[in-house]
């Protein structure tokens, strides 16, 4: 069994630590608000001051982590970052959804002191977390992967290599937005459905038995009809990675299908739905009209 670090304790780093603990690893967190670790410290977990003080002594330093500023404060902060506290036998596996350009500069600054990355970010959400079915996309050295495959393994059921670092920031940034898509696509048409007075979830059902249905959208539509958004993956966070994609894609008219959806977001956003799970955005669209009222 080996020695990890968990930085980051939201709701994926925290499912993905108490996975490790029991699979049998020696697993330290850090977070930056200590209550979080709380139930996993009872499940046998050492809690850590700082990042560098919770990767000292650790074979693997994973990060699950907001986003690119986060990111870069714990792993390289000069006081308490957790590179500082790494060994040239640590491997740090960055599993958070940055950029790709974030990740290459990261790759770097780790091998001016001989520290491997793996970039790591997972496809799933909380049930997948719960249960090791995460899928990650690797970026990185295939040496390095096969090294962390063992510590993956406890984690997820579905590993794809897709080349160098920051190729997986880019496969995860391009996952999310076809997700996004189809969430906004889908709310949209559930709108348009209520407002025609047809039984939405009569019509979605015949529509599944089509080839044009996704195997998310099943998930999508009933969460939905359901009106059920708990959080599994917050609107506020897919609008970030909707951000981070139209960085990538340089002008949004090189993009203006991940624009638009980009904007439905920010419109959830700004009514106050970004803690809700991305599903909400239906509200969009099914409060503007009653049935039969068309704009004028």
């Not at 670790?37 to 003080?53: F, I, N, Y």
């Not at 999310?176 to 709108?191: D, H, K, P, R, S």
Request: net charge negative; glycine share 10%.
């Amino acid at each position: 069994m080996s020695n990890i670090t968990v930085l980051g304790l939201g709701a994926m780093g925290s499912r993905m630590a108490a996975r490790l603990i029991a699979a049998g690893h020696k697993v330290t967190v850090w977070n930056r608000t200590g209550r979080a670790a709380q139930p996993l410290v009872d499940l046998g977990a050492t809690l850590a001051a700082s990042p560098r003080d919770a990767s000292q002594g650790a074979e693997f330093v994973i990060a699950m982590l907001r986003d690119d500023e986060v990111s870069r404060f714990v792993w390289l902060d000069p006081e308490c970052g957790a590179l500082a506290g790494m060994s040239p036998d640590t491997v740090a596996i960055e599993s958070s959804t940055l950029t790709s350009g974030w990740i290459q500069m990261l790759g770097a600054q780790m091998q001016h002191q001989r520290v491997s990355l793996l970039e790591a970010p997972v496809s799933g959400s909380r049930l997948q977390a719960d249960t090791g079915q995460l899928t990650y996309l690797i970026g990185g050295d295939a040496q390095v992967l096969e090294r962390c495959r063992p510590v993956l393994g406890a984690l997820g059921s579905g590993i794809h290599h897709t080349g160098a670092l920051g190729h997986g920031a880019l496969t995860k940034l391009a996952t999310n937005a076809l997700l996004g898509i189809q969430v906004t696509g889908l709310a949209e048409i559930i709108g348009m459905l209520k407002r025609s007075g047809a039984d939405a979830s009569h019509v979605l059902a015949a529509m599944a038995g089509t080839s044009v249905w996704a195997p998310v959208a099943t998930y999508l539509a009933n969460t939905m009809l359901a009106e059920n958004f708990a959080p599994q993956f917050p609107v506020e966070l897919i609008e970030k990675d909707f951000g981070y994609v139209l960085n990538e894609a340089g002008i949004s008219r090189d993009a203006p299908t991940i624009a638009a959806a980009h904007g439905v977001f920010q419109q959830a956003m700004a009514q106050g739905q970004g803690a809700e799970n991305m599903t909400s955005v239906v509200r969009l669209f099914t409060a503007r009209h009653a049935p039969g009222e068309a704009d004028s």
